[in-house]
C-alpha cells in the first residue's frame, strides 16, 4: 500500500472504535457502516480523486472486439502502443456497427428473473449480428483528385471524409460490455486507460486528503433516515460533510500556477506552414 492511501479496514475500524455510547450512530450495525463507508469511496472517487487505471487487452479476431474489464466506469483513453511506448490512441466513431437481431427460432427471457416479475418484462432473446444490410455506396475513387503536393500530403484532401494518423477507431458497446475496433494496424492488443470504480476492489483505498471526507460522509449517511436524531444535527452532520469534501477537493486539485501558463503560452507556439 502506498503511504499516501488509507484502507477502507483501517477507516472502518477506526470509525467504530471512536464511537461512543451516547453517539447518535453507536448503534449502527458494522454492516451498515462498511455499506456506507463504500457508498463514500464511490461518491468521492468519481467526484474528487478518480481511479484511472491502464490495461492491456488482447483483441478477439473472430468479431474485432475488446472486452471491458470488471471494475470499468468511463473511458479516459484507448490505443496501441508503438515501439517507443508511446499509445497512438483511436479515433471514436459512432458509425461502427454493432447491431443484434432476434434469435431464431424465438426464445423469450423470464421476467421472474428480474426484480419485477410482469408479463411487460418479457423480451425475445437477441444475439449480435455485425453483418452488412446490402450493398451501399463506396467512397469516390482517388482519380477524381489531381495528387501532386508532397509525400503523403493528400490525406484528409476531400472535404467530409476526414484525415490524420490515427491507429484506428472505436465504438463503445455498453449492451454486450465491449469495445468495437477498427484497428488501421496489426496490433493484436489495445491499452486502455479507464475511470475504476474503486469499490470493487478487495479492500479499497482513499488518498488521505479525502479520509476525513470519507468519515463525515458515514456520519452523515447513518444519521439522516434516523427518526431520532434531531434535524439541526442532521443538518450540522452534512454541512461538515461538504465542508470536508470542499478542503479534500482544493487539496486534490492539480491544476497550479505553472499549469496555467503554460496553457496561455501553447497559442504561442510556431510550427511550420505548408
Given at each position: 500500500?502506498?503511504?499516501?492511501?488509507?484502507?477502507?479496514?483501517?477507516?472502518?475500524?477506526?470509525?467504530?472504535v471512536?464511537?461512543?455510547g451516547?453517539?447518535?450512530?453507536?448503534?449502527?450495525s458494522?454492516?451498515?457502516?462498511?455499506?456506507f463507508?463504500?457508498r463514500?469511496i464511490r461518491?468521492i472517487?468519481?467526484?474528487?480523486?478518480k481511479?484511472?487505471r491502464?490495461i492491456?487487452?488482447?483483441?478477439d479476431?473472430?468479431?474485432?472486439t475488446?472486452?471491458?474489464p470488471?471494475?470499468?466506469?468511463d473511458?479516459?483513453?484507448?490505443g496501441?502502443?508503438?515501439?517507443?511506448?508511446?499509445?497512438?490512441?483511436?479515433?471514436?466513431n459512432?458509425n461502427i456497427?454493432?447491431?443484434?437481431?432476434e434469435?431464431?427460432p424465438?426464445?423469450?427471457t423470464?421476467?421472474?428473473a428480474?426484480p419485477?416479475?410482469i408479463?411487460?418484462n418479457?423480451?425475445?432473446?437477441?444475439?449480435?449480428?455485425?453483418?452488412?444490410t446490402g450493398?451501399?455506396p463506396?467512397r469516390?475513387d482517388?482519380?477524381?483528385?489531381?495528387?501532386?503536393?508532397t509525400f503523403?500530403?493528400g490525406?484528409?484532401?476531400?472535404?467530409g471524409?476526414?484525415?490524420g494518423?490515427?491507429?484506428?477507431h472505436?465504438?463503445?458497446?455498453?449492451?454486450?460490455?465491449?469495445?468495437?475496433v477498427?484497428?488501421?494496424?496489426?496490433?493484436?492488443?489495445v491499452?486502455?486507460?479507464?475511470v475504476?470504480?474503486e469499490?470493487?476492489?478487495t479492500?479499497?483505498?482513499?488518498?488521505?486528503?479525502?479520509?476525513?471526507?470519507l468519515?463525515?460522509?458515514m456520519y452523515?449517511?447513518?444519521v439522516?433516515?434516523?427518526a431520532?436524531?434531531?434535524?439541526?444535527?442532521?443538518?450540522?452532520a452534512?454541512s461538515?460533510?461538504?465542508n470536508?469534501?470542499?478542503k479534500a477537493?482544493a487539496?486534490?486539485?492539480?491544476?497550479?500556477?505553472?499549469?496555467?501558463?503554460?496553457?496561455?503560452r501553447r497559442?504561442?507556439?510556431?510550427?511550420?506552414k505548408y
Open positions: 500500500m502506498s503511504m499516501n492511501k488509507v484502507k477502507l479496514s483501517q477507516i472502518v475500524r477506526d470509525f467504530i471512536t464511537l461512543d451516547d453517539d447518535y450512530v453507536s448503534n449502527a458494522d454492516a451498515a457502516i462498511r455499506n463507508a463504500l463514500g461518491e472517487g468519481f467526484d474528487l480523486g481511479k484511472i491502464s492491456k487487452v488482447s483483441i479476431t473472430t468479431n474485432d475488446v472486452a471491458l470488471s471494475d470499468y466506469v473511458l479516459t483513453k484507448l496501441v502502443v508503438d515501439e517507443d511506448g508511446i499509445i497512438r490512441p483511436l479515433i471514436q459512432n456497427n454493432y447491431s443484434s437481431k434469435k431464431s424465438a426464445s423469450t423470464d421476467s421472474s428480474g419485477l416479475d408479463s411487460q418479457i423480451i425475445n432473446d437477441r444475439e449480435s449480428s455485425k453483418t452488412a450493398s451501399t463506396k469516390p482517388d482519380s477524381f483528385v489531381f495528387d501532386n503536393y503523403a500530403g490525406t484528409g484532401r476531400l472535404y471524409f476526414g484525415g494518423q490515427a491507429a484506428g472505436y465504438r463503445i458497446n455498453l449492451d454486450d460490455n465491449r469495445i468495437e477498427e484497428l488501421h494496424t496489426s496490433a493484436s492488443e491499452v486502455i486507460e479507464y475504476a470504480d469499490a470493487r476492489s479492500d479499497p483505498e482513499v488518498h488521505v486528503y479525502a479520509e476525513e471526507a468519515r463525515s460522509y452523515y449517511k447513518l439522516e433516515r434516523k431520532s436524531v434531531p434535524a439541526n444535527e442532521k443538518a450540522r452534512r461538515e460533510y461538504y470536508e469534501r470542499r477537493n487539496r486534490l486539485s492539480t491544476f497550479n500556477k505553472e499549469n496555467a501558463l503554460n496553457t496561455i497559442n504561442f507556439q510556431q510550427a511550420p
